[in-house]
């Protein structure tokens, strides 16, 4: 694992963005958004995150229609960022290395399914150039065993039902959260301390 991320902090020091605006939008999927909305609550210069369905219509955005797996949306995450404090390449890095697993496949987990597949969904040309060259340069590094399987994609955000929300922080001792998402919050803590609020 150091050498992963070695290899992520490598690549994002090579390959920053232009001018950085007061704040910026990314979204990613991988996996369930509960997981991923509590890892990147606790990345210092992330100032919101949100649950949602991303690269569908708003017609079906909602749980009960995109865990039926009949839509093409993903569960996903709508984060906020300062980037003076944190750089959209380092939340990939974060994202690679402890918000999912960028090997697997239609799944996370015990999750399974297209709607907990690893997607980004760029919210602008430069995102989108930037992370296309940086799955291809962590392809090319072969510091997984098993190949990438991030796809980069386009669509919508819609926000999940409000109970979706902060859903790790409400219920802290509800089993999934304890063994599927305090794991990757306690490795954002251990392997990033430098982009860990508590």
């Known amino acids: 694992m150091k050498r992963?991320?070695?290899?992520?902090?490598?690549?994002?020091?090579?390959?920053?963005?232009?001018?950085?605006?007061?704040?910026?939008?990314?979204?990613?999927?991988?996996?369930?958004?509960?997981?991923?909305?509590?890892?990147?609550?606790?990345?210092k210069g992330v100032t919101d995150v949100v649950s949602g369905y991303a690269g569908g219509g708003s017609?079906?955005?909602?749980?009960?229609?995109?865990?039926?797996e009949?839509?093409?949306?993903?569960?996903?995450?709508?984060?906020?960022?300062?980037?003076?404090k944190i750089s959209y390449a380092q939340l990939l890095q974060i994202y690679f290395t402890v918000a999912h697993d960028p090997t697997q496949v239609n799944r996370q987990g015990p999750d399974v399914g297209t709607s907990y597949r690893s997607a980004i969904f760029p919210q602008?040309?430069?995102?989108?150039?930037?992370?296309?060259?940086?799955?291809?340069?962590?392809?090319?590094?072969?510091i997984y065993e098993a190949p990438i399987a991030t796809k980069i994609e386009s669509g919508?955000?819609?926000?999940?039902?409000?109970?979706?929300?902060?859903?790790?922080?409400?219920?802290p001792d509800m089993p999934y959260i304890v063994i599927?998402?305090?794991?990757?919050?306690?490795?954002?803590?251990?392997?990033?301390?430098?982009f860990y609020k508590g």
């Not at 017609?59 to 039926?68: E, H, L, Q």
């Not at 819609?158 to 790790?168: T, V």
């Not at 599927?180 to 430098?194: E, I, M, S």
């Open 180 to 194: 599927n998402d305090r794991p990757k919050v306690a490795a954002l803590h251990n392997k990033f301390p430098g």
């Open 4 to 43: 992963i991320i070695m290899a992520l902090a490598a690549i994002a020091a090579s390959s920053p963005l232009g001018a950085a605006p007061k704040t910026e939008t990314a979204v990613l999927a991988g996996g369930c958004f509960w997981g991923m909305e509590s890892v990147f609550e606790h990345v």
């Open 59 to 68: 017609k079906d955005a909602n749980y009960d229609s995109v865990s039926s």
């Open 124 to 142: 602008n040309a430069d995102q989108a150039r930037f992370a296309k060259a940086f799955i291809a340069r962590l392809g090319a590094a072969h």
């Open 70 to 84: 009949s839509t093409v949306h993903a569960e996903a995450v709508r984060i906020t960022f300062d980037p003076s």
């Open 156 to 171: 919508g955000f819609y926000p999940a039902e409000a109970y979706h929300q902060d859903y790790a922080r409400k219920h």
